[in-house]
C-alpha cells in the first residue's frame, strides 16, 4: 500500500520528486546536439562540486566501475601502491589492485578506526628510490562510517610523487572535499549516494599529474579508459551509449545540491550526524566510530545490543515500522546496523527513524524508554536552529 518508504540505507538514497519527474522524459538521442549541451552542463557542474579545474567524467556504471578506472589507468603490473583499509571499499581497492598485479602495501585499521596519516608518511619515507606509485583510500568508508581525514593523508605524503587516489563514493557532496585544493589526484564518485539518483553512474577526475601518469600506463582496459573519456568530452560526448535518463536525472539533482549550496549541505550533514548519534547515546546503544572528529556525516554505525538479532530488529523495522536501515557487512554482519543520512533526507525522516527504532528495541526487549531518543533528535534540530 505504500509507495513510500523511510529508506535510511547509504545507497541507493532516496530521490527527490523533482528528480523522478524529470528522468520520465521521453528517450532523447544520444548523440543529439540538446543531449551534448547535457552532458556539457553537467559536467561543468560537477566541476563545482567536485571543487576542482579539471574536468569530471561520467562514467555509465555504478561506483566501482569508477574505483576499476582509477586503479587501471595508472597502475601497471609489479607497481607498488599504498591501500588503507579501514572497511569493505578500502578492501575492494586492495582486491582491484591485486588483479592488475601490483604490489600492494595494504594497512589495516581496526572497525572504526580512521586511516593514519602517520603511517603513510612512515612508509613513504623509506621509499627512497620512489616506488611507490600510489596511495588509495576512502574518503567516506561506508562499512564502518569513518570519514578519513584525506587533508592530513596528502600532507602525511609530503614532496613524495605517489599519486592520491579517493573513493569518494559516499564522501562526495556531504563532507568538504576540495579535491584541488588538497591535491588529489584521481577522485571517484557515485550516482546512488548524495547525488540523489538511481545507481548506474559513476563520476570520476583527473589531475594533470595524474594524466602524466596515466600516458606510461598498460594495464588492461578499454570500457574504462580514460582517455576515450576524455577524448569524448571535448566533444561534449561520451565513448558508448550512456545512461541518458540519468544523466537527466542528474542535471536536475545537481541543481537542487548547487541551489542549496554546498557549505549549507556540509552543515545540514553535521546536524544529521549530530541527531543520530546523540539519539543513539540516549538510547544506551553503543557507536561504532568512538572519534567524533572521523565520525561519518552520511552514515552512523551502531552496535546491535547483545541478545538482540540484527534480523528480528530488521524485520520489526521495516514490516511494522516501514523503515529500513542497513546492515554490517562481510564480518561486521550481525554485528552492527547502519543509518543512512545522507541524500535526499529531511531532519524529520530521521525523527521517525529513531521513534521507529526505539519501539522495534522496546518490542525485542531492550530496556529503552520510549522517546529519549527522539527527544535528544529534537534537542539537536532546536539548537540548530537557534544557531542559524
Ligand atoms: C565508499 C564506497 N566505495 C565503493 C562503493 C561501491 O559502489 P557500487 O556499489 O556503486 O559499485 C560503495 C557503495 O556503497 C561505497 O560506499
Given at each position: 500500500m505504500y509507495e513510500k518508504q523511510i529508506l535510511l540505507i547509504?545507497?541507493?538514497t532516496m ?297 528480528d530488529l530488521n524485520n520489526l523495522l521495516v514490516n511494522e515500522f516501514n523503515v529500513m536501515l542497513a ?10 546496523f547502519?543509518i543512512g543520512?545522507?541524500?535526499y533526507v529531511h531532519?524529520m525522516d530521521l525523527v521517525v527513524a529513531i521513534a521507529a527504532l526505539e519501539m522495534a528495541l522496546?518490542k ?10 527522539v ?14
Amino acid at each position: 500500500m505504500y509507495e513510500k518508504q523511510i529508506l535510511l540505507i547509504p545507497g541507493p538514497t532516496m530521490i527527490p520528486p523533482r528528480v523522478l519527474r524529470a528522468m520520465a522524459a521521453p528517450s532523447m538521442g544520444h548523440r543529439s546536439e540538446k543531449f551534448s549541451q547535457i552532458i556539457k552542463e553537467v559536467s561543468e557542474n560537477l566541476k563545482k562540486i567536485f571543487q576542482t579545474k579539471n574536468d569530471v567524467y561520467i562514467l555509465t556504471s555504478s561506483g566501482s566501475g569508477a574505483m576499476e578506472a582509477s586503479v587501471v589507468n595508472f597502475i601497471n603490473p609489479q607497481d607498488k601502491v599504498i591501500v588503507l583499509v579501514n572497511g569493505k571499499f578500502g578492501d575492494r581497492y586492495a582486491k582491484i589492485n591485486e588483479r592488475v598485479g601490483a604490489e600492494v602495501i595494504r594497512l589495516d585499521f581496526e572497525p572504526g578506526v580512521p586511516a593514519d596519516p602517520e603511517k603513510v608518511r612512515e612508509i613513504l619515507a623509506q621509499d627512497t628510490n620512489k616506488e611507490i606509485k600510489a596511495v588509495f583510500v576512502q574518503q567516506n568508508e561506508t562499512s564502518t562510517g569513518i570519514l578519513n581525514d584525506i587533508k592530513a593523508i596528502k600532507e602525511a605524503m609530503g614532496d613524495h610523487p605517489a599519486l592520491l587516489i579517493v573513493d569518494s563514493i559516499s564522501g562526495m557532496a556531504v563532507a568538504d572535499f576540495p579535491v584541488d585544493e588538497w591535491g588529489a589526484d584521481v577522485v571517484v564518485a557515485g550516482s546512488q549516494k548524495a547525488f540523489m539518483i538511481p545507481p548506474g553512474l559513476a563520476f570520476i577526475t583527473v589531475s594533470e599529474k595524474a594524466w602524466k601518469v596515466n600516458e606510461q600506463c598498460r594495464s588492461f582496459n578499454f570500457y574504462f579508459d580514460l582517455r576515450a573519456a576524455k577524448k569524448n568530452l571535448a566533444k561534449n560526448t561520451t565513448p558508448y551509449t550512456p545512461a541518458t535518463s540519468l544523466i537527466i536525472g542528474l542535471k536536475e539533482s545537481i541543481d537542487i545540491l548547487l541551489e542549496e549550496g554546498l557549505e549549507n549541505i556540509f552543515r545540514k550533514q553535521l546536524k544529521y550526524k549530530e541527531m543520530v548519534r546523540e539519539a543513539v547515546k540516549a538510547m544506551g546503544l553503543e557507536l561504532l566510530v568512538q572519534d567524533e572528529k572521523y565520525a561519518s556525516p552520511a552514515i552512523t554505525a551502531i552496535k546491535v545490543p547483545e541478545n538482540i538479532a540484527w534480523k528480528d530488529l530488521n524485520n520489526l523495522l521495516v514490516n511494522e515500522f516501514n523503515v529500513m536501515l542497513a546492515g554490517g557487512q562481510d564480518e561486521l554482519k550481525g554485528k552492527i546496523f547502519r543509518i543512512g543520512h545522507i541524500g535526499y533526507v529531511h531532519e524529520m525522516d530521521l525523527v521517525v527513524a529513531i521513534a521507529a527504532l526505539e519501539m522495534a528495541l522496546y518490542k525485542l526487549g531492550y530496556p529503552v524508554e520510549l522517546g529519549t531518543g527522539v527527544k535528544a533528535c529534537q534537542e539537536v534540530i532546536l539548537k540548530y536552529k537557534e544557531v542559524n
